[in-house]
């Protein structure tokens, strides 16, 4: 366990190096919301559509821009670099998991986004467009654990896109179409209740919208409390049938790396 | 007129600090502290046309960055390089075209495509000639054996294939001066062997002025007849390979093969190195007598069958004179050049 | 630097291409469902809304893909070229280009045009195409002008602005973030100007004159009144592209000077 929070710090510092950087991601950051703030600005008030007030999405565009910054995004380029330049073998030999060096990793630098960029883009955040608090302590409760599902289903995406790569070897193809996906499934800009009922019929059957919709909407209150342990199920199920994908294809990889010789 | 003249040049970088560890990283979000290192100081030196000289030092002495200031990649901080009469970075463009240039480590060909691909876009890019370019082409392809991977992607070829394409492409235009960066770093023997092989045709025959860096000897020895030795920066040698053994290598080795085994013999000024049997190995310092006094006193009292004497190796003399200057610099930080001189 | 050569470079690159060929039909397929992800999310918040500040779904379509058309035909020429720069200067391969007699710029960006942005083109183009026929624009001499210059000044802004990023390559270790916040501005064009704040225009047309790269001409085209100006001033949209390029250029040799007077 040391070992791997050793990697955690690792990646923390590593990140630290390049100081002119935050900056520039706060401004970011900023520049996200308030984009979403203002198209959301131009159309309500137009048309009255349920659940939808100003400070309702304003903290909907805010929450979902900074859990972007946590999620751990970069998995699937580092296996792939390192299958590319074969160092994955010499990875695969230390004696340590590989996937869970991967997380560990990918958690450092979830941390230092959290310190550096989220809680500072919060505090901008909340105080030039205004956050709206929390539904109620339970809701509070609830979002804090899906936060921690949205780590782990954005981790196990990634790890999977990354096993898939090892046999088409277009870690580029995969990760975008992940991205296409992530980006209409997830409702991190349209909340899911905007959808027209087809499409959000169909998001609410995939797992990506754990990456978005369901921590903001758990958050503002939206999901009903009666349906707060359905949504829970759901992730762990999802969780758990990721695992076993993951497990299965790491182990086939594994063999193959070993016949190809890496 | 010297095909390449520097003088007086310095080259300065400046590095930015990064402090260790995660509050090293916190406090680098608030500082920028930098240090200058003088990768190149103070050298002069001038080159002839048709010259083979090996630039060498150990690592961080400045040599690729002489390389990148002659080639009009990098400016001196001070001082001005002349290379076929006109300053290299204000002349760049019309001066790559007579100046070859390969870097080791970094390659400039198609990785996926046939190696004649590459070679094709030189020519387009150099607007070389049909006629000079199978000229080229044909000289390299034949001295370095291209021609049995020429139509395979770069990607297939081994290191030492791929440094001799290297080499060929940066001749193709017929370049005046060609400089090579560690050209033969990571070979093996054979191809090493092919490269110097190549490079002294190419200096003999074509008459083209080779400049090359190395940690080898060996190429020195085979290729260039003299050598520019630079250390932190500062010249510390420049002449040629005999001068410098001279000056240095004033040790012999002398190997006597006696008619029988004389048991342990001592002479004042031999010291015994090696004793195979009746084969004995010693080391002389000259101090004024000769080798052939010594061989031929030891022959009044003992029958000797052969005695051959050979040269300390070059190799050996470098690392005596890195060590010596390493010394020097313990002792008096002292600034000075000790060994600048020796002809040429 | 000559078209010849341009050319030659690039019936390399296809055919180096080729190498991979399923790999690359691959991607292609990949991004096209990504940007029709794009798409799709746009298209689903308009059903809900349907205008945003005055546009319906088919001028937006129409604004977001001369957007992405001419980003795609600016970063064919600039935006690999221009993020890998920072990895070519730190461990020296960019020297090499300074040992070739042609312009250094020209032929970073000839030797890296991407094809690889085929895709963009594709779903871009195809959707453009499917506006201009539901909004029924007249196909008169001037507007197809118009809408050519438009785009390769459009083209050209998107160039500049990730050419000058590069430059950064040669004062900082590092310019990826840049590029990262680049692309976070550009978000702002997938929508109509007016939905935002006095200053955001402002900054839009004159600092970052993202704005011409698809409002501007998109609402002339389509007749939009832009704040009362009048009709002769859409012809400023195919001037600022040039113009911004050509700083940019500059500002890029400028950096090469500086990299080669500084040294790595």
Known sequence: MKTYLMFTAKAFSNQMAYRSEVWFRLLGNFVTILIQVAIWKAVIGEVDVGQVSIETMTTYSILNTLLTALLLNGISGKVDSSLKSGSISSELVKPISYPLYLLFEGLGGSVYQLVFTAVPSFLIAWLYFGIMPPASPVFLAAYVTALLMALAISFLLGYLVSLIAFWFMNHFALSWMLGGLLTIFSGSFLPLWLFPPTWEGVAKLLPFQFLGYVPASLYLGVIPAESILGVFIAGIIWIAILLLIVQWLWKKAISRLVIQGG | ?344 | MTLPLFFKLVRLLMKERMEYRADFLLSIFAQIIAYGGDYIVIWMFIQRFDTIAGWNWPEIAFLYSIGLFTYALGASFSFVQMRDLEEQVKNGTFDSLLIKPVNPYLFLISRGFNLGYIAHILISASVMIWAIIQLDLKWTLINVLYLILSVISGALINAGIMTLIGSVSFVWVRSGFLFNLFFRLKEFISFPLPVFGALIQILLTIVMPLAFVNYYPAAFLLSKDILGLPTWSMWFVPVVGPFCYWVAYRAWMGGVNKYQSAGG
């Not at chain 2, 310095?10 to 608030?30: A, D, E, H, M, N």
């Not at chain 2, 060498?56 to 009469?85: D, F, H, Q, W, Y």
């Open chain 2, 1 to 344: 007129m010297s095909i390449i003249s520097v003088s007086g040049v310095t080259k300065i970088y400046r590095q930015y600090r990064r402090f260790p560890g995660i509050i090293g990283s916190v406090r680098s979000l608030f500082t920028r502290q930098y240090s200058e290192e003088i990768a190149v100081k103070d050298i002069t030196f001038s080159i002839e046309k048709g010259e083979a000289v090996g630039y060498l030092g150990p690592n961080g002495a400045g040599k690729s960055t002489m390389i990148k200031m002659m080639t009009g990649i990098l400016l001196p901080s001070a001082g001005e390089v002349r290379v076929l009469n006109e300053i290299p970075h204000k002349a760049r463009k019309n001066n790559s075209q007579h100046l070859g240039v390969v870097f080791g480590q970094r390659s400039q060909l198609w990785w996926d495509l046939p190696v004649t691909d590459s070679f094709e876009l030189h020519k387009y890019i150099y607007k070389i000639s049909d006629e000079s370019y199978r000229k080229n082409l044909g000289f390299c392809t034949e001295l370095l054996s291209l021609s049995d991977f020429i139509n395979k992607p770069v990607r297939q070829l081994s290191l030492g294939q791929r440094m001799r394409v290297e080499i060929a492409m940066a001749l193709l235009h017929e370049p005046e001066i060609l400089f090579l960066d560690e050209p033969t770093i990571g070979l093996d023997v054979m191809a090493k062997d092919q490269i110097r092989q190549f490079l002294r045709a190419v200096n003999q025959e074509k008459k083209t002025t080779i400049l090359l860096t190395t940690h080898d000897m060996k190429d020195i020895e085979e290729i260039c007849p003299r050598m520019i030795i630079v250390n932190k920066g500062s010249l510390v040698y420049d002449g040629s390979v005999a001068a410098l053994r001279s000056k240095l290598g004033d040790e012999r080795r002398v190997v006597i093969e006696f008619a029988q085994d004389p048991g342990s013999i001592e002479i004042s000024g031999l010291t015994l190195i090696k004793e195979e049997g009746s084969r004995k190995t010693f080391l002389f310092t000259r101090n004024g007598t000769t080798v052939f006094d010594y061989v031929s006193r030891i022959a009044e009292k003992y029958p000797i069958e052969d005695v051959s004497i050979e040269d300390v190796d070059i190799e050996s003399i470098i690392r005596r004179l890195y060590k010596q200057l390493a010394a020097e610099d313990e002792e008096s930080q002292g600034r000075q050049p000790i060994l600048v001189g020796g002809a040429n």
